[in-house]
């Protein structure tokens, strides 16, 4: 949600902004914008910066740079924004900027108090061009401005409350980057003399590895020549140069046309990475290295709450499912945002265990520090390595699935379940599963990658069927048990990128309401491998075509009887039940793809969403 990009050093700074740019362009799209400083003086010109934005694509910014000739300079500034204070407009996107004090700033996250701000910023004479929080920003510290640029960014930041990662620089200190962050990740790449600054690794590690993953209220000051950490009091904070982890191969595209088809396919090696050396199948149990400081704790557990947004959410509902099924313990996912707002009770043993893909999104801190400030023990289930919420818990399992570009999550969601159920076995095994019954699920978890490889190999299938349905604009996804939450992500996925509204529901409560909105044709994807349910699902298909809808069936292979009871199958290989999500929804990921290519858009950027969702 916003990207942010800057770079102090010897080099022409444009270039490789606009190239950090396109790396962050998952974060929002809706516009985008640069600002350079030019130190070359000559008569009465001093150093100045020249900015240039547009709505749009980080691409119209290219357009637009090209048609003014470029940017000179070797400090800079660069932001991708997605909205959230005034529309989507060339006045409202960043670097914003105080004319009088010739600051400039980018900003990713939302100023909470900024209409107080402004209104004391106008009684001072400001004159605002924008609907933003982010110039209210740019004035305030302005406003704040002696000479001195760090510490008018730390006096300003003591005024605001919210969420903030910036970079600001000013036309009177050419050789000064100052950059901060609350609530909003933001990275410091250390090079040779030369310094990029980014909202996450992608944009970095093309120019340097050795990374200052920045905690909350630092503030950073940065010159060619080094740099310094400091509170928004001015107090020295020490710091830690660590190694940045992300190969530059895994965030190409390649040879695929879109992030989400690459992602997609990448579902057997990023599981096998993810499994590998934390199932020891002679011993009959599951390694968390992560978790053996607090294996006592998980045995002991009274209550697990599993929250999240989104498709982490639908993961942890999964994870719900297996916890209590296999491990015994009363478990529950809730949505981060209402968690957090319902004055939640902890009780001893209570467990939160955080699901995310980035680490970063805001609702589900929230619910996490909420948790925890409560009393309960936090785990995260997280992708990205250093970010917030794999600092802010109390230990964690990562995915290891790689980094995932495409807005829609895919490896991500598997990655997520794979963990949780890694989660489960771990905690079942060293309460009552005997390790031969552990060992008997083991080997059949390790199995999951191939068999994914299996379904990927009927793409063509999957794309014929959704060919067929392509034009319909209602759909409902319908399942049962632990395929209930994998119905929810695949309407999920089939909304987010073909815009095509999709309900997801437990098959059983279709006929308390949705029944009314079947109608001739209306596409119906019914979950239905072979498990506990699949009788009661068989009914509720025959409900659905009694009113004249068309089934697509996700099926156990081998199962040749349902044929005859619905218009299209897609088939998975059989394991038991409480594996399956991790194959069911596949077919559900590449029908969502497919009917995007199909319907004309834009797969990896869908409109008005972002990857990561750092305001609440
Ligand atoms: C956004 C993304 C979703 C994602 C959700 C949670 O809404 O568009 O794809 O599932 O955030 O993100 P997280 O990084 O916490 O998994």
């Not at 004090?101 to 004479?125: C, F, P, T």
């Not at 609530?183 to 996450?200: H, N, Q, R």
Request: glycine share 8%; with cysteine; proline share 3%.
């Amino acid at each position: 949600m916003c990207g942010i990009v800057a770079y102090i050093g010897t080099k022409q700074a444009q270039n490789l902004l606009v190239e950090g740019l396109k790396r962050l362009e998952y974060r929002g799209y809706d516009s985008a914008g640069i600002a350079i400083l030019d130190a070359s003086v000559s008569g009465s010109r001093s150093p100045h910066i020249n900015i240039t934005r547009a709505v749009g694509r980080v691409s119209a910014l290219e357009d637009r740079l090209e048609q003014i000739g470029g940017l000179r300079g070797t400090l800079g500034l660069a932001h991708t924004r997605w909205a959230t204070h005034g529309g989507v407009c060339e006045a409202n996107a960043h670097p914003h900027k105080d004319d009088k004090s010739g600051i400039y700033l980018v900003h990713n996250g939302i100023i909470e108090n900024y209409s107080a701000l402004k209104i004391y910023l106008e009684e001072k004479g400001h004159k605002f061009t924008s609907e933003t929080d982010t110039e209210v920003l740019s004035m305030l510290i302005g406003e704040l401005y002696e000479g001195d640029l760090e510490a008018a960014v730390q006096g300003a930041l003591r005024e605001v409350t919210g969420a903030y990662a910036i970079a600001v620089i000013c036309d009177k200190e050419p050789d000064t980057l100052v950059v901060a962050r609350k609530g909003s990740p933001l990275i410091v790449g250390v090079g040779d003399k030369e310094f990029v600054v980014a909202s996450d690794a992608s944009a970095i590690v093309a120019h340097t590895t050795q990374a200052v993953t920045l905690d909350d209220y630092n503030v950073v000051k940065i010159t060619r020549d080094g740099f310094r950490t400091s509170d928004i009091h001015n107090a020295t904070v020490s710091h830690k140069v660590t190694q940045l982890e992300l190969d530059l191969d895994a965030i190409e595209l390649g040879d695929y046309s879109h992030y989400m088809l690459k992602e997609i396919n990448e579902q057997p090696r990023s599981l096998r990475n993810c499994f590998r050396g934390r199932i020891d199948q002679r011993e009959g149990k599951i390694v968390l290295g992560g978790l053996t400081t607090y294996a006592k704790e998980l045995v002991k557990a009274r209550r697990i709450i599993l929250t999240g947004q989104g498709t982490a959410l639908h993961a942890a509902m999964i994870g719900e499912y297996i916890i209590e099924d296999l491990a015994k313990v009363p478990a529950v996912a809730e949505y981060a945002s209402e968690f957090r707002y319902r004055n939640p009770i902890i009780e001893d043993g209570t467990i939160v265990v955080a699901v995310s893909q980035s680490g970063e999104t805001a609702d589900t801190l929230a619910a996490l520090y909420e948790a925890r400030d409560r009393g309960a023990l936090s785990l995260g289930v997280v992708n990205v390595v250093g970010s917030t919420i794999s600092r802010d818990t109390d230990a964690g399992v990562y995915l290891r699935v790689g980094p995932e570009i495409g807005v829609a999550s895919t490896k991500a969601f598997t990655g997520q379940v794979a963990v949780l159920t890694m989660i489960a076995l771990f905690m079942a095994r060293r309460r009552f599963m005997s390790a031969d019954q552990c060992a008997d699920l083991l080997k059949v978890l390790d199995t999951i990658p191939e068999k994914i490889e299996r379904i990927l190999e009927q793409d063509d299938v999957v794309r014929k069927v959704t060919q067929k349905y392509v034009e319909r604009d209602n759909w409902l996804f319908l399942g049962r048990g632990y395929n209930y939450p994998t119905a929810l992500e695949g309407a999920l996925k089939l909304k987010e990128i073909s815009y095509i509204h999709a309900e997801g529901m437990p098959a059983a409560e279709m006929k308390h309401g949705p029944i009314a909105l079947i109608n001739e044709g209306m596409p119906a994807v019914f979950i239905a491998n072979r498990g506990r349910q699949y009788d009661k699902v068989m009914s509720n298909i025959a409900e659905v075509r009694a009113r004249g809808g068309h089934v697509i069936a996700v099926a156990t292979e081998g199962d040749e009887q349902i044929k005859n009871h619905c218009q299209d199958v897609l088939y998975v290989p059989e394991v038991p039940e409480c594996l399956s999500p991790m194959l069911t929804v596949i077919p559900l990921q590449l029908m969502a793809y497919h009917a995007a290519v199909m319907r004309g858009h834009d797969v990896d950027k869908p409109r008005n969403l972002a990857k990561s969702v750092t305001v609440e």
